[in-house]
Antibody, heavy 125, light 107 residues
Framework: QVQLVQSGAEVKKPGASVKVSCKASGYSFSSYDINWVRQATGQGLEWMGWMNPNSGNTGFAQKFQGRITMTRNTSISTAYIEVSSLRSEDTAVYYC??????????????????WGKGTTVTVSS | DIQMTQSPSSLCASVGDRVIITCRASQSISTYLNWYQQTPGKAPKLLIYAASGLQSGVPSRFSGSGSGTDFTLTISSLQPEDFATYFCQQSHSSPRTFGQGTKVEIK
């Protein structure tokens, strides 16, 4: 079945970096973009950015520019997000989600139809 | 950025009730609007895409409507498994912003 399996929980100190992985299975990894969304405890969902696994092209929410890097390894169908210069406010559950699409040119609808279970990242001194 | 505002932020309802959640966009987004359900400790689950498209496997008691700036998610007869938090999200333009969520609690 189609699924995204994320790496395990991480605990990092302020100023460090963290890299979270998201392994896809059950579908053609290169055919759909991967989104990254995070959620602080008790808070809402925050979209961080997207990556096209085929081209490697990425797009970010402005607040994360310069601080996050999204990459992929197509040979193992895995996407990665790296967050640098961590601060306490980055403590959250990080989700990857497949960006499915439907429609016809130029009216394409995009929606996140498959999600990973989430990776908890804790930033604490 | 497009701001998404949901109302109410929370509501109390009973099993069998009809529940309506609204989502308003700060500018027109046509029908580029999705709805997700999230239960505690779980990842979000897609319910509705393109404002009114029912995702495969989602019960027909869920429905979505609207276009432009105003949207609704309706649960026709609330079931015990529907007590959760619901988020709208626009896919009209980047960044793909979410509403703040509506928590549906048991009365």
């Amino acid at each position: 079945q189609v699924q995204l399996v994320q790496s395990g929980a991480e605990v990092k100190k302020p100023g460090a970096s963290v890299k979270v992985s998201c392994k896809a299975s059950g579908y053609s990894f290169s055919s759909y973009d991967i989104n990254w969304v995070r959620q602080a405890t008790g808070q809402g969902l925050e979209w961080m950015g997207w990556m096209n696994p085929n081209s490697g092209n990425t797009g970010f929410a402005q607040k994360f520019q310069g601080r996050i890097t999204m990459t992929r390894n197509t040979s193992i169908s895995t996407a990665y997000i790296e967050v640098s210069s961590l601060r306490s406010e980055d403590t959250a559950v990080y989700y990857c989600a497949r960006d499915f699409w439907s429609g016809y040119s130029p009216y394409y609808y995009y929606y996140m139809d498959v999600w990973g279970k989430g990776t908890t990242v804790t930033v604490s001194s | 950025d497009i701001q998404m505002t949901q109302s109410p932020s929370s509501l109390c309802a009973s099993v069998g009730d009809r529940v309506i959640i609204t989502c308003r966009a700060s500018q027109s987004i046509s029908t580029y609007l999705n709805w997700y359900q999230q239960t505690p400790g779980k990842a979000p689950k897609l319910l509705i895409y393109a404002a009114s498209g029912l995702q495969s496997g989602v019960p027909s008691r869920f429905s979505g409507s609207g276009s432009g700036t105003d949207f609704t998610l309706t649960i026709s007869s609330l079931q015990p498994e529907d007590f959760a938090t619901y988020f709208c999200q626009q896919s009209h333009s980047s960044p793909r912003t979410f509403g703040q969520g509506t928590k549906v609690e048991i009365k």
